[in-house]
């Protein structure tokens, strides 16, 4: 098996291909004067298995990059082309909210079903859809990061209590709540705009004591993170430990992210940043192993 990586996540790439036992391959990679990608790959890929490892946050760039890969790939004859995305882009215009809007979840699921053999990815944006597959068309997992991040919470974390900023967030809080083995809430959240949400607070007054941890899929202004632990502190609850699965963190995050009802916040390795705790190698190397033997059988 052999193991691109496609988008600069080496530290990734490396844990998987040492697990899969694969060879991991950096393209060559730059732009022509002009703006267009110019790609190598070394090696020989006849019959190969191959993996494309790229995390499509920031995906536009990314996106195009990996169907040049991949058509590559096929013209030089590998037997298998899987894209492993962690963080899996364009999953959230999942609807027209106004008319003549662009259902961009499904036209880039479209492009990623031509190009590619499988997909494997974590905690994907499943909203309005059930699952991947109303709208890839390839096989696929949606691998969840729940058991990692509530080991991770019963290791380091003594006295927790799980909170959800909003009903999405249930599948994670509850998930992450059985695997920590203790107690968890689900708040409601109001979206009025891109940077604008409130969360309505519950009675905590019997939670005085425990650790609030708020999970969320994804972080990407903070300010979801940032109103559900401000209410949490004025319940007279201890500053929040926030822990995202993927840290997209749009422009001024981590500025936002730095308040006082924030203890600390940390993410799982999707995306490279520093605040990369928890590492995923563990959870995408055997479903990698087992989507390589369904597809080849
Ligand atoms: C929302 O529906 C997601 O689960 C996250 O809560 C959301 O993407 C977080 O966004 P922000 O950090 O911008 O509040």
């Not at 959230?92 to 494997?120: H, M, P, W």
């Not at 007054?205 to 972080?219: G, H, K, N, R």
């Not at 926030?242 to 308040?259: D, R, S, W, Y």
Request: aromatic share 8%; proline share 5%.
């Amino acid at each position: 098996m052999k193991l691109i990586c496609a988008d600069g996540h080496l530290e990734l790439a490396n844990s998987l291909g040492k697990l899969l036992n694969a060879e991991v391959i950096t393209p060559e990679h730059r732009l022509f004067p002009d703006g267009e990608h110019y790609y190598r790959l070394d090696g020989d890929f006849s019959n190969e298995d191959v993996v494309l490892l790229s995390h499509l946050h920031q995906p536009n760039e990314k996106a195009i990059g990996l169907l040049f890969l991949a058509g590559h790939l096929r013209d030089v004859g590998a037997r298998s082309v899987g894209l492993v995305a962690p963080y899996l882009a364009y999953m959230r215009q999942d609807i027209r909210f106004k008319e003549g809007e662009c259902i961009t979840s499904r036209y880039f699921a479209g492009l990623i079903s031509n190009a590619f053999n499988y997909l494997v990815t974590i905690d994907p944006h499943l909203h309005r859809y059930h699952s991947l597959d109303e709208i890839y068309r390839i096989p696929n997992r949606a691998l969840h990061a729940t058991n990692l991040i509530g080991e991770y919470i019963k290791k380091m974390i003594p006295n927790a209590l799980i909170i959800g900023p909003d009903a999405e967030s249930a599948q994670w809080a509850e998930g992450v709540a059985a695997a920590a083995q203790c107690e968890f809430l689900v708040f409601e959240k109001t979206r009025k705009g891109d940077r604008d949400v409130s969360v309505a607070m519950l009675d905590l007054s019997c939670y005085a004591d425990a650790q609030p941890v708020l999970v969320d899929d994804i972080i990407s202004t903070g300010r979801t993170l940032v109103e559900t632990a401000e209410g949490l502190v004025e319940a007279g609850l201890r500053p929040a430990i926030c822990i995202g699965v993927h840290p997209v963190l749009a422009e001024g995050a981590e500025i936002t992210l730095n308040n006082p009802a924030i203890a600390n916040w940390l993410s799982c390795n999707t995306i490279p940043h520093a605040s990369n705790a928890i590492d995923v190698s563990y959870l995408l190397a055997p479903a990698i192993a087992a989507m390589m033997a369904e597809i080849i059988l």
